[in-house]
Antibody, heavy 121, light 111 residues
């Protein structure tokens, strides 16, 4: 069973960057493909991007391209999502999520607990 | 852009059956697997259906998923409704570029 534990809540000013972490246990990060999803207050789920094992590359939703970077530290089984040039509309809960295994077609089977990022001056 | 459309809300009485639809905007919804997630207030989503109609262990068999190619839609059916089923439900799939797509979510009220 995969467990995902995310870093704590963040408060950032407009224009700043935020980096959210997601620690994997139960499996190693190299056995999984990590994705990130966010949810603004009172709104639905929004896919931000994730690792495509078929291409071996991380793909990003067009909306976030140029502002988001998803990285991994396999030595600590920790994934990171960094979002830059923050604006108030980026206030949301950010989730990491993975499939059951590397090539799992269900790419967001297991979910982290979420990290609230608040952007406010 | 590929989109998934869900009803904003549905309601039904305990013990009854409810079906939540998820309609694809273009192409064939059967081209990629559809997943369904349950989200209770203040909690992270959990998977209740994956790969169109598979149930994770621990999810009651009252939950079932299906695909209807003729209407280009997926459905989540919950039978024998319980008050604990009251939550938001999201369908999810991928477009031709492997970009993730979520439906807007459906609020299920069990009266």
């Amino acid at each position: 069973q995969v467990q995902l534990v995310q870093s704590g809540a963040e408060v950032k000013k407009p224009g700043a960057s935020v980096k959210v972490s997601c620690k994997v246990s139960g499996y190693t990060l190299t056995e999984l493909s990590m994705h990130w999803v966010r949810q603004a207050p009172g709104k639905g789920l929004e896919w931000m991007g994730g690792f495509d094992p078929e291409d071996g590359e991380t793909i990003y939703a067009q909306k976030f391209q140029g502002r988001v970077t998803m990285t991994e530290d396999t030595s600590t089984d920790t994934a990171y999502m960094e979002l830059s040039s923050l604006r108030s509309e980026d206030t949301a809960v950010y989730y990491c999520a993975t499939g059951r295994y590397y090539y799992d077609s269900t790419k967001t089977y297991y979910w982290g607990q979420g990290t609230l990022v608040t952007v406010s001056s | 852009n590929f989109m998934l459309t869900q009803p904003h809300s549905v309601s039904e009485s305990p013990g009854k059956t409810v079906t939540i639809s998820c309609t694809g905007s273009s192409g064939s919804i059967a081209s990629n697997y559809v997943q369904w997630y349950q989200q209770r207030p203040g909690s992270a989503p959990t998977t209740v259906i994956y790969e169109d109609n598979q149930r994770p262990s621990g999810v009651p068999d009252r939950f079932s998923g299906s695909i209807d190619s003729s209407s280009n839609s997926a459905s989540l059916t919950i039978s024998g409704l319980k008050t604990e089923d009251e939550a938001d439900y999201y369908c999810q799939s991928y477009d031709s570029s492997n970009q993730g797509v979520f439906g807007g979510g459906t609020k299920l009220t069990v009266l």
